[in-house]
């Protein structure tokens, strides 16, 4: 799991308005997740590990600075419900107050566009509260994936027939799942830009959740070997490899950029 990108929707929103990765004109990033906050006191982690402030910075990140009377708005929780966990997220840096604003409410924005924190440490305390986050991005995701799938009915024939959604087992060493997750890194690269300068994407460009999650198979011979109901090896057109005549198919926070959640998600 290495570069979780956070993600948005209005229930999870995240990606944002944030500068472009490093690099000149027409040269590639640096690193394409270079703007990012890093995570590394286990009160942070703990602290970002909350449904509502992942969502709230995945917002942030997507709608650019926002009123805490704003973020209610859009996520359905209470005004002060939003000040209060804008105020946690700020302790940690995850958000700070911005320009603007009328008479004592001020708007608040996301202070890097993606999140990152430890996928190991020796350290029992950053490990149990990395592994808590890591949990609570999870669940994350797997809300924003079925309400995805509950509203796919909605979308034109195109995109449903683009979405994504299906896995295949592969046996690995732990170099050659680094240096995959480094590819499809590179893959995402060129795209990464469309999210702090609108005018670099195309008109029928929507914004999509894509999901990068890999992890070892626990359990013995007998569970990596038999394959898992879905797996892209066994499925057909219109089974698991991606949706098609069935509608089953998410926040929106890790949310992808954390090397332990756009979030983003939210």
Not at 77 to 88: F, P
Not at 135 to 144: D, H, L, Q, S, T
Not at 190 to 202: C, K, N
Request: proline content about 10%.
């Amino acid at each position: 799991m290495s570069k979780p990108v956070e993600r948005r929707d209005v229930e999870c929103p995240e990606l944002s308005r944030c500068p472009a990765p490093p690099g000149g004109p027409g040269e590639p990033p640096t690193d394409p997740f270079a703007d990012r906050t890093r995570l590394s006191d286990p009160r942070a982690l703990r602290a970002y590990a909350h449904p509502t402030r992942m969502a709230l910075v995945g917002l942030l990140r997507n709608e650019g600075p926002l009123t805490a009377t704003r973020a209610a708005a859009l996520t359905g929780e209470s005004v002060a419900s939003c000040s209060y966990h804008l105020r946690m997220l700020a302790k940690y840096d995850l958000v700070q107050q911005a320009e603007g604003g009328r008479g004592r409410e001020k708007p608040w924005r996301a202070t890097a566009q993606f999140t990152d924190w430890p996928n190991h440490s020796d350290d029992p305390a950053v490990a149990d509260a990395s592994a808590a986050l890591n949990i609570a991005v999870a669940e994350n995701y797997y809300a924003k994936m079925t309400r995805a799938l509950e509203r796919r009915h909605a979308l034109p024939r195109a995109w449903q027939e683009a979405e994504q959604f299906g896995d295949v087992s592969l046996y690995l060493t732990a170099d050659e799942l680094t240096e995959l997750d480094d590819r499809v890194t590179e893959l995402l690269a060129p795209y990464l830009s469309r999210l702090s300068d609108p005018e670099t994407r195309p008109a029928d460009a929507r914004l999509v959740s894509y999901l990068r999650v890999a992890f070892v198979r626990h359990g013995g011979t007998a569970d990596a070997a038999s394959p898992d109901p879905g797996e892209c090896s066994s499925a057909g057109p219109g089974e698991a490899g991606r949706p098609g005549s069935q509608d089953v198919f998410p926040p929106e926070p890790r949310e992808v950029c954390s090397s332990g959640s756009g979030e983003d998600a939210s």
